[in-house]
């Protein structure tokens, strides 16, 4: 028998996974992080599976609104930690600079 799963709870478990991954690309652990890369990949997996919101329920609800931006944060922090030149490009963006015409 097949669960019913809503939308957000999918987000929900995307978001625990990100969180995991980012943690263990702070802490500098690529086995924690691979484990929970494999978590999140499952759960991205599954929620493709769950149907789409019910009528009446929008892409701006706040629970879901609030876990993307959760995933989103945690992706960042995940990419500054993995890639030390994306921290980069991140900082010439932040000071208004171009990536694309090179150290000045």
Same mark, same amino acid.
């Given at each position: 028998?097949?669960?019913?799963?809503?939308?957000? @709870?999918?987000?929900?478990?995307?978001?625990?996974?990100?969180?995991?991954?980012?943690?263990?690309?702070?802490?500098?652990?690529?086995?924690?992080?691979?484990?929970?890369?494999?978590?999140?990949?499952?759960?991205?997996?599954?929620?493709?599976?769950? @149907?789409?919101?019910?009528?009446?329920?929008?892409?701006?609800?706040?629970?879901?609104?609030?876990?993307?931006?959760?995933?989103?944060? @945690?992706?960042?922090?995940?990419?500054?930690?993995?890639?030390?030149?994306?921290?980069?490009?991140?900082?010439?963006?932040?000071?208004?600079?171009?990536?694309?015409?090179?150290?000045?």
């Amino acid at each position: 028998m097949e669960q019913h799963h809503e939308p957000a @709870d999918s987000y929900e478990a995307i978001a625990e996974a990100a969180s995991a991954m980012a943690a263990a690309a702070r802490s500098g652990d690529r086995n924690a992080w691979v484990s929970a890369r494999a978590v999140c990949l499952a759960a991205i997996e599954r929620a493709r599976g769950v @149907d789409a919101a019910p009528v009446g329920v929008t892409l701006f609800h706040p629970r879901r609104l609030r876990l993307l931006k959760r995933i989103l944060a @945690d992706d960042a922090e995940i990419r500054r930690a993995c890639s030390p030149s994306y921290a980069r490009v991140e900082a010439l963006l932040a000071a208004g600079g171009d990536p694309a015409a090179g150290p000045r």
